[in-house]
């Protein structure tokens, strides 16, 4: 009987662009193009990585018409930074629904493809270069260092050559360039630009992004521009020429999103006794090559992953819960017992450090989350977090902070905690794992379509927050995911899913820590911007505060004072008239009305300060 044609997907993942290409018996079902993640080895790169390539598998099975659940056969994988991190490159596998999983480097699927897994020397040039040989000599790979320590001539070379040009002009110390008004016009202020580079932790694709405009310029006639690229084309030449060289053989081809436009400057500058060939494929060519076949020299540059089943929980052989990102191990911190307090500090300090890179990847995930919970505000809904153990109790702390804030009726942002609210102050075991008990617990809170409901749960397979979030979807409610791994369950049952990819803790499995605190970070952050969009604010003054004690009391009349310019004693009789209601008074200074007017006409405005002010600026003409 013979057996059924194979689905196989190949995978050309770089630092700008993520491609997924799905084959079967030969017949090309489907190929897309999302935006791509950071090198294997860098910070969280792992599961960066693993979240690109989930998205775009989704895109594929979608647009192939192939079931949510579809498993492939084969997926080959050629990701930026595998050979010098093999073991967070196979945990980037981790529950990509399929039966065997190949991962090479970038530079290994661009070579396959380049020459049909034949002989010859490639220059991939895209965010990085990086040339490989294969000849009589066997096959060797030139450059790929990363932006640090090479990747000459690729994109993100040219960007960062081309924006010191145009700081020197900035400055003074170097001749005028138009590269000057482009870099001002993609990155903003270049007095920033350091802190602009490195948000988001992607420095290599950010200043890559600008060789896009140093082209531009270039043909534009910009002498600074053109001696960029001039100089790039011949380090490419130089990386080209040595695999060759060391690998033996005089064929060379360039390829990648760099390589037409540095053709014709990378050719000038090669040896005479080289041949310059078209490259037959591309990287996603051979990502698919490398998928259907296991006889190519490539062979031993790639890591073959087989498991059984495959399904939801992709390969049985590395799956679960066991090989969760926030679960591993850090290789290096195998002493951390032996650690000196001044070490200790030091390595948690620094693994805090990442969060706001994992954050800020997440930010429009944060942003969408924003606008649902603004909605359900809006419509008189209510914000329900959902949480178990230290995501509950974030949660609850979040909760607890808007009524005073904000002047919130209560019941209008509430936690609810696995185990209670005993969980709240001492943990509650075994609560985290009764999924009957989060059905129960949010529907007693009988959610509706006009509210908002947030699961929160590192692994993002909590059983108490799953079923809280499926029972909330069920009666119309919408739902976000806040999650520290990626392509989970939790995050598949949400309308919106936060993966906040903070990756290993130094203390193996504990998500109070780095993971905790990107939590807390999106709670202030979501809760914050829901009640400034719903009218909570007036600038950066929070005119809806409680003003319960003394020091909030005197907080509210600082804020009239600065808002209005009235003085002191102005901002108190205002307060008083207003009973101490700081937005009211801000009303009534600002429009120049009495209190009551100012009440009516904010609640016209949905409690809105600023339209309340125009509105009544306007009646007066």
Same mark, same amino acid.
């Given at each position: 009987?013979?057996?059924?044609?194979?689905?196989?997907?190949?995978?050309?993942?770089?630092?700008?662009?993520?491609?997924?290409?799905?084959?079967?018996?030969?017949?090309v079902?489907?190929?897309?193009?999302?935006?791509?993640?950071?090198?294997?080895?860098?910070?969280?790169?792992?599961?960066?990585?693993?979240?690109a390539?989930?998205?775009?598998?989704?895109?594929?099975?979608?647009?192939?018409?192939?079931?949510?659940?579809?498993?492939?056969?084969?997926?080959?994988?050629?990701?930026?930074?595998?050979?010098?991190?093999?073991?967070?490159?196979?945990?980037?596998?981790?529950?990509?629904q399929?039966?065997?999983?190949?991962?090479?480097?970038?530079?290994?699927?661009?070579? /396959?493809?380049?020459?049909?897994?034949?002989?010859?020397?490639?220059?991939?040039?895209?965010? @990085?270069?990086?040339?490989?040989?294969?000849?009589?000599?066997?096959?060797?790979?030139?450059?790929?260092?990363?932006?640090?320590?090479?990747?000459? @001539?690729?994109?993100?070379?040219?960007?960062?050559?081309?924006?010191?040009?145009?700081?020197?002009?900035?400055?003074?110390?170097?001749?005028?360039?138009?590269?000057?008004?482009?870099?001002?016009?993609?990155?903003?202020?270049?007095?920033?630009?350091?802190?602009?580079?490195?948000?988001?932790?992607?420095?290599?694709?950010?200043?890559?992004?600008?060789?896009?405009?140093?082209?531009?310029?270039?043909?534009s006639?910009?002498?600074?521009?053109?001696?960029?690229?001039?100089?790039?084309?011949?380090?490419?030449?130089?990386?080209?020429?040595?695999?060759?060289?060391?690998?033996?053989?005089?064929?060379?081809?360039?390829?990648?999103?760099?390589g037409?436009?540095?053709?014709?400057?990378?050719?000038?500058?090669?040896?005479?006794?080289?041949?310059?060939?078209?490259?037959?494929?591309?990287?996603?060519?051979?990502?698919?090559?490398?998928?259907?076949?296991?006889?190519?020299?490539?062979?031993?540059?790639?890591?073959?992953?087989?498991?059984?089943?495959?399904?939801?929980?992709?390969?049985?052989?590395?799956?679960?819960?066991?090989l969760?990102?926030?679960?591993?191990?850090?290789?290096?911190?195998?002493?951390?017992?032996?650690?000196?307090?001044?070490?200790?500090?030091?390595?948690?300090?620094?693994?805090?450090?990442?969060?706001?890179a994992?954050v800020a990847?997440?930010?429009?995930?944060?942003?969408?989350?924003?606008?649902?919970?603004?909605?359900?505000?809006?419509?008189?809904?209510?914000?329900?977090?959902?949480?178990?153990?230290?995501?509950?109790?974030?949660?609850?702390?979040?909760?607890?902070?808007?009524?005073?804030?904000?002047?919130?009726?209560?019941?209008?942002?509430?936690?609810?905690?696995?185990?209670?609210?005993?969980?709240? /102050?001492?943990?509650?075991?075994?609560?985290?794992?009764?999924?009957?008990?989060?059905?129960?617990d949010?529907?007693?809170?009988?959610?509706?379509?006009?509210?908002?409901?947030?699961?929160?749960?590192?692994s993002?397979?909590?059983?108490?927050?799953?079923?809280?979030l499926?029972?909330?979807?069920?009666?119309?409610?919408?739902?976000?995911?806040?999650?520290?791994?990626?392509?989970?369950?939790?995050?598949?049952?949400?309308?919106?899913?936060?993966?906040?990819?903070?990756?290993?803790?130094?203390?193996?499995?504990?998500?109070?820590?780095?993971?905790?605190?990107?939590?807390?970070?999106?709670?202030?952050?979501?809760?914050?911007?829901?009640?400034?969009?719903?009218?909570?604010?007036?600038?950066?003054?929070?005119?809806?505060?409680?003003?319960?004690?003394?020091?909030?009391?005197?907080?509210?009349?600082?804020?009239?004072?600065?808002?209005?310019?009235?003085?002191?004693?102005?901002?108190?009789?205002?307060?008083?008239?207003?009973?101490?209601?700081?937005?009211?008074?801000?009303?009534?200074?600002?429009?120049r009305?009495?209190? /009551?007017t100012?009440?009516?006409?904010?609640?016209?405005?949905? @409690?809105?300060?600023?339209?309340?002010?125009?509105?009544?600026e306007?009646?007066?003409?």
């Amino acid at each position: 009987m013979t057996p059924p044609p194979r689905l196989v997907a190949g995978v050309d993942l770089g630092k700008t662009t993520c491609r997924v290409r799905a084959v079967r018996d030969g017949q090309v079902l489907g190929e897309v193009r999302v935006p791509g993640s950071r090198g294997l080895a860098d910070p969280g790169g792992a599961d960066a990585a693993r979240a690109a390539i989930a998205a775009a598998l989704a895109v594929v099975r979608r647009d192939a018409g192939l079931p949510d659940d579809t498993t492939f056969d084969v997926l080959a994988v050629g990701a930026a930074g595998s050979e010098a991190a093999p073991a967070l490159g196979r945990a980037l596998l981790v529950g990509l629904q399929a039966r065997e999983l190949v991962l090479t480097s970038d530079a290994i699927i661009s070579h /396959a493809g380049a020459f049909s897994g034949g002989p010859g020397a490639v220059v991939a040039i895209g965010t @990085g270069a990086v040339a490989v040989g294969l000849g009589g000599r066997g096959l060797v790979r030139v450059d790929g260092l990363g932006y640090w320590l090479g990747d000459d @001539g690729g994109g993100s070379w040219i960007g960062r050559r081309a924006l010191r040009h145009a700081l020197d002009a900035r400055a003074g110390r170097g001749p005028a360039t138009s590269l000057l008004a482009l870099a001002e016009e993609r990155y903003g202020d270049l007095a920033r630009l350091p802190g602009t580079l490195a948000a988001g932790d992607r420095v290599a694709a950010v200043t890559a992004a600008f060789a896009v405009d140093v082209v531009a310029a270039a043909e534009s006639g910009d002498a600074l521009a053109r001696e960029v690229l001039e100089a790039a084309g011949e380090a490419l030449a130089r990386t080209t020429t040595a695999a060759a060289r060391e690998s033996g053989t005089d064929l060379v081809a360039a390829i990648g999103g760099l390589g037409a436009v540095l053709a014709d400057r990378w050719r000038s500058h090669l040896p005479d006794d080289v041949t310059v060939v078209a490259a037959a494929g591309s990287a996603l060519d051979g990502a698919v090559l490398l998928a259907e076949r296991t006889d190519l020299p490539h062979e031993a540059h790639v890591d073959r992953l087989s498991g059984g089943g495959g399904g939801r929980g992709g390969v049985g052989a590395v799956s679960g819960l066991d090989l969760l990102a926030t679960e591993q191990v850090r290789a290096d911190l195998a002493d951390l017992d032996t650690a000196s307090p001044e070490r200790l500090v030091d390595l948690l300090l620094a693994a805090e450090a990442t969060v706001p890179a994992a954050v800020a990847a997440a930010r429009v995930s944060i942003a969408a989350a924003v606008a649902l919970a603004e909605k359900a505000l809006l419509a008189g809904g209510r914000l329900l977090y959902v949480g178990a153990g230290t995501p509950g109790r974030l949660a609850a702390q979040d909760a607890a902070e808007i009524p005073p804030t904000f002047g919130t009726d209560p019941s209008r942002v509430v936690a609810i905690l696995a185990g209670g609210s005993e969980a709240s /102050a001492k943990a509650v075991e075994g609560a985290e794992d009764r999924a009957e008990d989060g059905r129960a617990d949010v529907l007693a809170r009988a959610p509706g379509p006009d509210d908002l409901v947030v699961g929160i749960a590192a692994s993002g397979r909590t059983p108490y927050v799953l079923e809280a979030l499926r029972a909330a979807r069920e009666h119309g409610a919408s739902t976000v995911a806040i999650v520290n791994n990626p392509g989970s369950v939790i995050a598949a049952e949400a309308d919106v899913a936060i993966e906040l990819l903070t990756g290993p803790e130094v203390l193996a499995g504990s998500t109070r820590m780095k993971a905790g605190t990107a939590q807390k970070v999106v709670l202030n952050v979501l809760s914050t911007s829901a009640m400034v969009r719903t009218g909570k604010s007036y600038g950066a003054w929070m005119i809806d505060v409680h003003a319960s004690n003394a020091k909030l009391r005197r907080r509210a009349q600082r804020m009239l004072t600065e808002a209005t310019g009235v003085t002191e004693d102005e901002a108190r009789v205002a307060l008083e008239a207003a009973d101490g209601r700081p937005k009211t008074a801000l009303v009534s200074i600002l429009a120049r009305v009495d209190a /009551a007017t100012a009440e009516n006409a904010l609640s016209k405005s949905d @409690g809105r300060a600023r339209d309340a002010v125009a509105q009544l600026e306007g009646e007066r003409g």
